[in-house]
Each structure stands twice: as C-alpha cells, then as structure tokens.
C-alpha cells in the first residue's frame, strides 16, 4: 500500500501533516514563554500547567485562524489570559482571587516584555542555573526538559509529592534571588 492510500484511509494528508508539524514546532518553542506568563497571573504551578494545557488545545483548535509569521506566544498568551480570566471566575467562591482589571493590567504588561530583556534575563538564568547542585539541576531537567509531571516524578524519585513541591519551590526561590542580584548588579 502506498502512502496517498494510507493517509486517505487514516484521515490524514501531507496538508493536515504538515499543519500538525508547523503548530508543534510553534508551541515547543514557544511553551515556556506561554507558561511563564500564565505564572505571572496564576500562582500555582499545577493549575498553571492545567491552564497552559487547556490553552494549548484552544490554540490547536484554531491554529487555522493563527497567521503564519505573526508572534505565535503573543497570540498563545492572548487565548491564555481569558482560560485564566475563567478559571478565576470558577475559583471566585472559593479563594479570594485577582480584580479581573489587574489580571487584565498585569497580562498586558506581560506581553509587552521585549524580546532582548527575555534573551537577556535567559542569559543570567542560565548563569545562575549553572551555579546549583548536580542533583537540583537534574530535578529541572527531569522535570522541565522531559516533561515530567510531579506526582510522577515524586512516585519514580520515592519522594513524597509534598516533599518535591517544596524542593522545586526553594530551587525556583534560589533561581529567582540568584537572577534578581545579578541583573541589580548590573
């Protein structure tokens, strides 16, 4: 059977292939600016990648209406301000939440970051990356470069998931205070 016959009969075409492939190289380079965004407005890191999730398939599902060569993470984090406009519209009854005018003053803040500072601030962060353990590095890089969920990876590490939430949190304070002292010092 030749391959015309194979993708008729699965559904697919090279358009439909080549679509999936453009939207997944897209997202993969584009994912951790999308996530960092929706961390800016979502302090917990599960509903944070629950919300970059659910954006993620919104963004699939009308990856036809992105027009190719236009910012991909701006149009990402646009569909990401109004899952985190709803999800704390859900959460209203339970925590004391965010004003939707400073989601709103906060998301357009975030979007209007530079390019340069972000390549910059990279630049430091990876300096201070360099700077943790052996075993703090391979927690992120388990975690972040393959993907791993915590719960996942706290059931492979034998830790308790707990237990790991607060290891990321101290490596993340750690990151964060190393990237703050290097970019004032300068």
């Known amino acids: 059977m030749n391959r015309g016959n194979f993708n ?3 559904g697919s075409s090279d358009s439909s292939s080549q679509k999936r492939d453009e939207f997944f190289r897209l997202f993969v380079s584009n994912e951790s600016k999308i996530l960092a965004y ?3 407005l979502v302090s917990n890191w599960n509903d944070a990648e629950d919300l970059l999730q659910d954006t993620s398939m919104i963004m699939w599902q009308k990856f036809e209406e992105f027009e190719i ?3 991909f993470a701006s149009w990402g984090m646009t569909i990401a301000r109004f899952k985190v406009l709803a999800y704390y519209r859900k ?3 339970r925590h ?3 004003d939707e005018d400073l989601i709103e003053s906060l998301s357009n803040k975030m979007m209007d970051v530079n390019e340069d500072k972000c390549g910059y601030d990279l630049e430091k962060l990876r300096e201070c990356m360099s700077k943790l353990s052996a075993n703090d590095r391979k927690l992120l ?3 972040y470069q393959d993907g791993s969920n915590t719960r996942k990876l706290a059931a492979k590490l034998g830790r308790s998931v707990n237990t790991l939430y607060k290891t990321f949190a101290r490596i993340h304070m750690n990151l964060i205070t190393c990237v703050k002292r290097k970019v004032s010092l300068e």
Do not use: A, D, M, P
Request: glycine share 6%.
């Open 96 to 98: 004391v939440v965010f």
């Open 38 to 40: 929706i961390l800016t």
């Open 8 to 10: 008729e009969i699965n």
């Open 141 to 143: 890089r388990i975690k």
């Open 69 to 71: 060569g236009t910012n």
């Open 91 to 93: 959460k209203h009854n």
